[in-house]
């Protein structure tokens, strides 16, 4: 969470000094770092050491953003070296895809469900959902002990539940209100 706030800071001075272009190819390079170093447990061990100057992290990570030839990414990692920001890299990663997704209104989700949900209803409740909304949504398919079938967008701050023992206990408390 600490991260996030500081990353937004950044995300905001990119978005408005890049293009789009420019931002969705940072946001590949960095998801990319992000996964293949920063998923790595020797990495974070550099990363994380005292003993390894700040010069030669920052130089690890321009060397993995090199093959990118960008003078953005460049200057963002020596940026983030100075002020002893390099592993605010990942949150960065996060951060820029779900403020090009929001600028793009493109967003993705998660359907839970314990009984197996085939692909075309996915795909129609995706379409419905993103007409509804007015953004494209795309969603998959999750297998999960819940009883019924739950659409989550987090980006979005959507959640839909249906529920079968919720409609049990509501018929019931209907017909008894009925009685």
Known sequence: MQYELIAKRY??????????????????????????????EKFNL???????????KCQLVLDMVASANSSTANNLVKLLAEN???????????????????AKRTFTGRIYSNNVV??????????????????????SYVASDFDGVRVEVDDLN??????????NAQMVEHILKAI
């Not at 408005?16 to 770092?33: F, H, I, K, M, R």
């Not at 085939?118 to 969603?139: C, F, H, P």
């Open 118 to 139: 085939d692909q075309a209803s996915v795909e129609t409740i995706a379409r419905d959902l993103g007409t509804k909304m007015g953004a494209t949504i795309s969603l």
């Open 158 to 167: 959507v959640e839909i539940n249906f529920s079968k023992s919720r409609l």
């Open 84 to 102: 002893g920001r390099l592993l605010l890299i990942p949150a960065l990663a996060e951060q820029l895809t779900r403020e090009i997704a929001r």
């Open 46 to 56: 550099i990363m994380n050491s005292n003993g390894v100057s700040s010069n030669a």
């Open 11 to 40: 995300i905001k001075s990119l978005m408005e000094s890049c293009d789009q272009a420019s931002l969705e190819n940072l946001a590949a390079l960095l998801s990319v770092v992000s996964k293949e170093a920063y998923g790595n």
